[in-house]
């Protein structure tokens, strides 16, 4: 029987070239400022429109500041991009949600909660976090510039189909343990490469009992362990995640979805080319110490000595370097100076009612500079709706305009160098956050303890409700 991503995939396939790539249909390709420029350009020059401009969304959120957004973008190059994608979507007729729309956010948070990620879907972007809309039941991945251009022209993409991988996490997480956590130690267990040339199906008792959110945020990082996308069977969480939502199916054409959607599960006889069993208990809140997602440990254990049963290679000897740590050591109670709570890894409604969880009754520790950076303005309005803002302000944070903000540090969100920021977001390599930026990832829990007391601090040991 086939696997869920084979479901899904064999629907989509146009045709099969004769020892080559599989010409695949998709449903909806997202387009943000930085990796559409030069496709439009490409279009422009063959004197081609869009095949089907219905199927496409564009979105500006790498370069757009997280303050000031109604006045002119002060760095020229983030101003052009923003610009030209507007420019773009308007001569090509495509839906741009441009910044200060209501509509605006990052695009892989506002994709699903716009209902415009469905399940059973095949959905790119220019963006390797494209791995996110998976977490609905769809199958979801980055593709390259030349690549966008391609669909823009014919709503379809060569690729050659990837292998399946299943990952199944049982057992029930211990309070402060979150999805980002599931998959900081996946990243650890796997390493950065141990996924690559696979599709990773996620399952078990922990992903079916994570909400919506975590599901994102889990998939989100696929990509993080060299898999080409992630994704999770559609379930009755992800019905009511959708229901009712913007472009959503409606009335008899929900009922219709709906029972396609319920048939989108990878059956018990299901062979995947690899699969892997992990245990709930294993896993406490998880912090990075080096320079990729994968050199992770839980929060009270050591840096370890041995990488992988063999003496510390050069690169992570170098990570440590680069960071400022030793093999052997703790990092609780180190200083940090930057917080950041945001990016498309955990940027949603529930990440900041965990800041929020934290932060009520506290205060932020001196000497540290923290952006809570909304994923969209929907999730802006829902934390006002919800009173978090007012939380959160109580404990002297302040909630900053939606953007992707200091995840890359495309705009004007940058940490110093040497400084070390404490991040929700989902990559840590060398100057990510800034030139000369140390980044620790963790999940909003982690990063709201740390916010708090000023260095770093394992969320269990303080008092705290969700």
Same mark, same amino acid.
């Given at each position: 029987m086939n696997t869920l991503f084979d479901k899904i995939w064999d629907r989509h396939v146009v045709q099969q070239v004769d020892d080559g790539p599989t010409q695949l249909y998709i449903d909806r390709l997202y387009c943000h400022e930085v990796t559409s420029p030069q496709a439009f350009e490409g279009m422009r020059s063959r004197g081609l429109q869009c095949f089907r401009p219905d199927k496409i969304y564009c979105m500006p959120d790498h370069n757009t500041p997280t303050h000031d957004q109604d006045?002119?973008?002060?760095?020229?190059?983030?101003?052009?991009?923003?610009?030209?994608?507007?420019?773009?979507?308007?001569?090509?007729?495509?839906?741009?949600?441009?910044?200060?729309?209501?509509?605006?956010?990052?695009?892989?948070?506002?994709?699903?909660e716009k209902g415009l990620s469905l399940p059973g879907m095949t959905i790119v972007c220019g963006d390797s976090h494209t791995s996110t809309h998976g977490a609905l039941g769809a199958v979801a991945f980055g593709i390259g510039t030349s690549e966008v251009e391609m669909v823009m022209a014919s709503q379809c993409i060569l690729q050659q189909k990837p292998k399946t991988m299943r990952l199944t996490i049982n057992g029930t997480l211990q309070k402060g343990v979150t999805a980002k956590d599931v998959a900081l130690y996946l990243m650890a267990q796997l390493t950065t490469s141990g996924a690559t040339g696979y599709f990773v199906e996620y399952s078990g008792e922990v992903v079916r009992n994570l909400s919506m959110e975590g599901r994102l945020t889990l998939c989100n990082l696929s990509i993080e362990m060299g898999a080409r996308g992630g994704l999770v069977a559609s379930d009755d969480v992800t019905f009511d995640y959708v229901k009712g939502r913007e472009y959503a199916p409606k009335g008899v054409e929900w009922d219709?979805?709906?029972?396609?959607?319920?048939?989108?599960?990878?059956?018990?006889?299901?062979?995947?080319?690899?699969?892997?069993?992990?245990?709930?208990?294993?896993?406490?809140?998880?912090?990075?110490?080096?320079?990729?997602?994968?050199?992770?440990?839980?929060?009270?254990?050591?840096?370890?000595?041995?990488?992988?049963?063999?003496?510390?290679?050069?690169?992570?000897?170098?990570?440590?370097?680069?960071?400022?740590?030793?093999?052997?050591?703790?990092?609780?109670?180190?200083?940090? $100076?930057? @917080?950041?709570?945001? +990016?498309?890894?955990?940027? /949603?409604?529930?990440?900041?009612? #965990?800041?929020? %969880?934290?932060?009520?009754?506290?205060?932020?520790?001196?000497?540290?500079?923290?952006?809570?950076?909304?994923?969209?303005?929907?999730?802006?309005?829902?934390?006002?709706?919800?009173?978090? $803002?007012? @939380?959160?302000?109580? +404990?002297?944070?302040?909630? /900053?305009?939606?953007?992707?903000? #200091?995840?890359? %540090?495309?705009?004007?969100?940058?940490?110093?160098a040497g400084k070390y920021a404490v991040s929700t977001s989902n990559r840590n390599f060398e100057g990510r956050q800034g030139p000369g930026s140390r980044t620790i990832l963790c999940s909003p829990l982690v990063a709201a303890a740390c916010a708090v007391t000023g260095v770093i601090t394992d969320p269990r040991t303080l008092d705290f409700e969700l």
């Open positions: 006045k002119p973008i002060e760095d020229p190059v983030s101003a052009n991009q923003v610009a030209t994608l507007a420019q773009n979507a308007k001569d090509f007729g495509l839906t741009h949600y441009g910044m200060m729309s209501k509509d605006n956010g990052i695009i892989h948070v506002v994709g699903p219709k979805a709906l029972a396609y959607w319920k048939t989108l599960t990878s059956g018990p006889d299901a062979v995947f080319d690899k699969e892997l069993a992990f245990d709930a208990r294993d896993i406490e809140p998880r912090i990075t110490y080096g320079t990729n997602p994968g050199m992770g440990i839980g929060i009270t254990e050591s840096i370890p000595l041995t990488s992988h049963h063999s003496p510390l290679t050069t690169g992570v000897e170098k990570a440590l370097d680069y960071m400022g740590f030793k093999a052997g050591e703790k990092l609780l109670g180190k200083k940090i $100076d930057y @917080v950041f709570l945001g +990016a498309c890894t955990n940027g /949603r409604i529930e990440d900041f009612r #965990a800041f929020a %969880a934290i932060a009520k009754g506290r205060k932020k520790a001196d000497g540290v500079v923290a952006w809570l950076v909304p994923g969209s303005w929907a999730v802006d309005r829902q934390i006002r709706e919800e009173g978090l $803002d007012k @939380v959160l302000s109580e +404990a002297g944070f302040e909630i /900053r305009q939606p953007g992707c903000s #200091a995840c890359l %540090a495309m705009n004007d969100d940058k940490v110093p």
